[in-house]
């Protein structure tokens, strides 16, 4: 297993469509145990393909506390969503040290197919419900932030590249030493 890169917000990969999942491969399994070890490494409860740079439906969560209930959705669809809608503080491995408020279905109900190929149906409340929208958002090229005012958005995205900046050129002068 190794740790995946993590596209960081505003980069425009994030935003690219991902395309269904075709080949259920020792490459699938593979991408799914590298990209939960850099899950729990980062550390984050979710984790959608495209946020390294693989556009490919298929989103892990794990939301238990002991990280022992990974749970994993390839090319998955809502097939129902509550009524009801919630804000929940939200924050994203692309958008490090940002969360925000953002108004989500309180339970929706997902259909999505298992690392096998195998069709399965989860009826999802509270937080891995808000991860299921959010992981999903990701795959329909869609971050967080972009529920936030245009304002909100444009300060996050100043910070976000300004800490750009800041890593490049930190990494430059420790490499040239």
Not at 8 to 31: C, E, M, N, Q, S
Not at 156 to 172: G, Q, S, T
Request: proline share 5%; glycine share 4%.
């Amino acid at each position: 297993m190794s740790l995946l890169n993590i596209l960081r917000y505003p980069d425009p990969r994030l935003h690219k469509i991902a395309k269904p999942v075709t080949t259920f491969d020792a490459r699938l399994k593979r991408l799914v145990d590298d990209m939960a070890e850099t899950m729990y490494d980062a550390p984050g409860v979710g984790l959608a393909a495209s946020q390294v740079d693989v556009h490919q439906q298929l989103i892990i969560i794990d939301t238990s506390d002991t990280r022992s209930d990974l749970r994993i959705f390839i090319n998955p669809q809502i097939v129902w969503a509550s009524p009801e809608r919630s804000v929940y503080e939200e924050g994203c491995l692309s958008v490090p040290g940002v969360y925000d408020g953002v108004e989500r279905h309180t339970e929706v109900k997902v259909k999505a197919l298992d690392v096998e190929g195998k069709p399965f149906e989860l009826a999802a409340i509270g937080l891995l419900a808000v991860c299921v929208q959010h992981e999903m958002d990701h795959l329909k090229g869609k971050v967080f932030v972009e529920y936030l005012s245009s304002l909100k958005r444009n300060r996050i995205k100043a910070k976000m590249l300004k800490e750009e900046r800041e890593m490049h050129r930190d990494n430059r002068h420790s490499t040239a030493r």
